[in-house]
């Protein structure tokens, strides 16, 4: 069975969260950046995804005052703590 690359199954899951994804801004690279993009807003929500040797750290910050860094995750598991923060843009988009 094939398996989508990491960063494809980042989209898709991007796009099954946000049915306005003109304010959303994701870059694949050599680190995946999930951007929420608001005028009124200098640093708004953001959420990066780095490749550690064989592991992965995703980078989640909520526009605010809330940081969060989780470390070590095995491939499998990033979309897994990418969902929980990815609900948390959601809220924001909502109530923005």
Same mark, same amino acid.
């Given at each position: 069975?094939? +398996? @989508? /690359?990491?960063?494809?199954?980042? +989209?898709? *899951?991007?796009?099954?969260? @946000?049915? $306005?994804?003109?304010?959303? =801004?994701?870059?694949?690279? %050599? $680190?995946?950046?999930?951007?929420?993009?608001?005028?009124? $807003?200098?640093? /708004? /929500?953001?959420?990066?995804?780095?490749?550690? =040797? !064989?592991?992965? +750290?995703?980078? #989640?910050?909520?526009?605010?005052? *809330? !940081?969060?860094?989780?470390?070590?995750?095995? %491939?499998? %598991?990033?979309?897994?703590?990418?969902?929980? #923060?990815?609900?948390?843009?959601?809220?924001?988009?909502?109530?923005?």
């Amino acid at each position: 069975m094939y +398996e @989508f /690359p990491l960063s494809k199954r980042i +989209e898709n *899951q991007v796009k099954s969260y @946000f049915n $306005n994804l003109e304010k959303i =801004n994701l870059t694949i690279d %050599e $680190n995946i950046r999930i951007l929420v993009i608001d005028d009124n $807003n200098v640093d /708004p /929500p953001s959420i990066e995804i780095k490749q550690m =040797n !064989a592991n992965y +750290e995703l980078h #989640f910050w909520d526009g605010y005052s *809330q !940081a969060e860094v989780v470390e070590d995750l095995k %491939e499998k %598991e990033v979309t897994k703590s990418l969902r929980r #923060f990815l609900k948390k843009i959601n809220k924001y988009l909502d109530v923005s």
